[in-house]
């Protein structure tokens, strides 16, 4: 079972990729403040184990839009954004963790919040695919 759950106004929903793994998709198309919501768990190893690490996932996304991610720790929010650059385009993304992350299990969420204006429609699709934590040096020093 997936530990992912959904939660939004909008669509957000976990499926399954042609690998048979599972995949996140987000979409916020309406203008009544849609904003799609993932929520789930993180488990970060410990620096002993996993130096510089981060969160790598295949990341897709209407151009231009938006995706949150956002880790609790505690009762502090670590937020970083993801820019859509097409909907069939798929980019290697990674957020980096800081070091105080380590050894913990935190909340994961990926959000679409509306940006503007509720009275104005506003589309935006994203998939999330492939999530892994792995030690990137190039990324995350």
Request: charged share 15%; proline share 6%.
């Given at each position: 079972?997936?530990?992912?759950?959904?939660?939004a106004?909008?669509?957000?929903?976990?499926?399954?990729d042609?690998?048979?793994?599972?995949?996140?998709?987000?979409?916020?198309?309406?203008?009544?403040?849609?904003?799609?919501?993932?929520?789930?768990?993180?488990?970060?190893?410990?620096?002993?184990?996993?130096?510089?690490?981060?969160?790598?996932?295949?990341?897709?996304?209407?151009?231009?839009?938006?995706?949150?991610?956002?880790?609790?720790?505690?009762?502090?929010?670590?937020?970083?954004?993801?820019?859509?650059?097409?909907?069939?385009?798929?980019?290697?993304?990674?957020?980096c963790?800081p070091?105080?992350?380590?050894?913990?299990?935190?909340?994961?969420?990926?959000?679409?919040?509306?940006?503007?204006?509720?009275?104005?429609?506003?589309?935006?699709?994203?998939?999330?695919?492939?999530?892994?934590?792995?030690?990137?040096?190039?990324?995350?020093?």
């Open positions: 079972s997936s530990h992912w759950r959904p939660e106004t909008g669509i957000a929903e976990v499926t399954t042609s690998g048979g793994d599972l995949s996140g998709h987000l979409v916020g198309a309406t203008a009544t403040c849609e904003s799609p919501r993932l929520e789930g768990k993180l488990s970060i190893p410990l620096l002993s184990t996993l130096p510089n690490p981060a969160l790598r996932m295949q990341f897709a996304g209407t151009s231009g839009r938006t995706l949150r991610v956002s880790i609790l720790y505690g009762t502090l929010w670590y937020n970083q954004s993801l820019t859509g650059v097409g909907e069939s385009t798929w980019t290697t993304q990674y957020v963790l070091a105080d992350f380590q050894g913990h299990v935190l909340g994961l969420e990926f959000e679409s919040p509306h940006p503007g204006t509720c009275l104005t429609a506003l589309y935006r699709e994203f998939w999330l695919d492939d999530l892994v934590i792995v030690s990137e040096s190039s990324v995350c020093p």
